[in-house]
């Protein structure tokens, strides 16, 4: 058998041999999901603000408004869920490495996002 991790502690339901590790992954898939709601939600609101008082230009006050680090960190979230469930089902060195890539990627997508936030200047 391929799968050799967490023989003792699954719990089949179905055709998924280890539901409770796969489960335990949705909550990554939700808040990702949720997240980038939460962000479109955001940029829907604040374009509406800046189409009714059409006397703001948004190039002369504040920072520029940038949400793609945030789509791609709910994204990133979501996808985490995803593969750490593919994991769970069957742990293979491959699988393992499709896990971390998404710990990783979260990771530096938020460093990227800190320090554009602390540095608006040089995404302007």
Same mark, same amino acid.
């Given at each position: 058998?391929?799968?050799?991790?967490?023989?003792?502690?699954?719990?089949?339901?179905?055709h998924v041999r280890d539901f409770n590790h796969v489960f335990s992954n949705l909550g990554y898939c939700v808040f990702g999901l949720l997240f980038m709601c939460i962000? =479109? $939600?955001?940029?829907?609101k604040y374009e509406s603000f800046l189409a009714k008082n059409e006397n703001i230009d948004e190039d002369d006050y504040g920072v520029p408004t940038q949400y793609g680090l945030y789509f791609a960190m709910g994204l990133s =979230? $979501?996808?985490?869920g995803v593969m750490?469930?593919?994991y769970h089902v069957c742990p293979t060195n491959v699988t393992f490495q499709f896990d971390t890539t998404f710990m990783y990627l979260l990771a530096v997508l938020m460093f990227m996002k800190l320090y554009q936030v602390r540095h608006s200047?040089?995404?302007a």
């Amino acid at each position: 058998d391929i799968c050799f991790y967490n023989d003792l502690c699954r719990k089949p339901l179905g055709h998924v041999r280890d539901f409770n590790h796969v489960f335990s992954n949705l909550g990554y898939c939700v808040f990702g999901l949720l997240f980038m709601c939460i962000v =479109l $939600f955001k940029k829907l609101k604040y374009e509406s603000f800046l189409a009714k008082n059409e006397n703001i230009d948004e190039d002369d006050y504040g920072v520029p408004t940038q949400y793609g680090l945030y789509f791609a960190m709910g994204l990133s =979230l $979501f996808m985490e869920g995803v593969m750490s469930s593919s994991y769970h089902v069957c742990p293979t060195n491959v699988t393992f490495q499709f896990d971390t890539t998404f710990m990783y990627l979260l990771a530096v997508l938020m460093f990227m996002k800190l320090y554009q936030v602390r540095h608006s200047d040089v995404s302007a």
